[in-house]
């Protein structure tokens, strides 16, 4: 089975076709680069995938759920990193773990370990008591990452066009990709797949977690 599965998917933004009866497939264990120009319709159609946007026509399914008729479940079992920022930047990066983990009910305790390890993941541990407002834009993005994980979801839909997620590696090469980026998940529970923005081939996302 196709973890995401769309079939004619569009969206029409008053006279604007944004996403025109886009079909395509991601398979289990995927980094799915999804390329194309500023305006191109990616955003929009992760905003749809991820509920956030219904769509005017065309169906999809995510682990096997629709995306309308399902979105609830749907929306369990995704972590997205939105291209505009959520992070609160009146509160601490810690704060704002605790707040994400409280949203989607992870048990006290899990949360803790959990926030510990997708801290230590994104390199934000030694910044976790700063408030976000003291952050860089990397380090917000990286904070968007790790709250998109604290779920342990099975899909992350990554709207990272910018390649901000420059996350230190311990050889000193910073990461180059959403691949980079879900094989560093492989340290504790990854997402089945990954889809991830992209804007140039020249970017080397591809393409295995
Ligand atoms: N809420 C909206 N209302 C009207 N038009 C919209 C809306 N959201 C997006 N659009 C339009 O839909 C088209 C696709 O936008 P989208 O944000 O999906 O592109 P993108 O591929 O993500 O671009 P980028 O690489 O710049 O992030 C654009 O022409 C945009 O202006
Ligand atoms: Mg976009």
Known sequence: ???????????VFGKLTAVDHVSFNVEEKEVFGFL???GAGKTTTINMLTTLLRPTEGTAKVVG??????ANKV???????PQDLTVDEDL????NMWL????????KEEAKKRIEEVLGLVELKDAANRKVETYSGGMRK?????EGLIHYPKILFLDDKDKELGIPYGSGQPPQSASDVCQQCSISNKPDACLATIN???QPYFLYI
């Open 1 to 11: 089975m196709s973890i995401i599965e769309t079939e004619e998917l569009t969206k």
């Open 36 to 38: 194309g120009p500023n």
């Open 65 to 70: 759920l629709d995306i309308v008729k399902d």
């Open 75 to 81: 929306r369990n079992l995704i972590g997205l990193v």
């Open 92 to 95: 601490t990066g810690m704060e």
């Open 100 to 107: 994400q983990a409280r949203l989607y009910h992870v048990p």
């Open 142 to 146: 990286r904070l968007e990452l790790a």
């Open 200 to 202: 140039s081939t020249a």
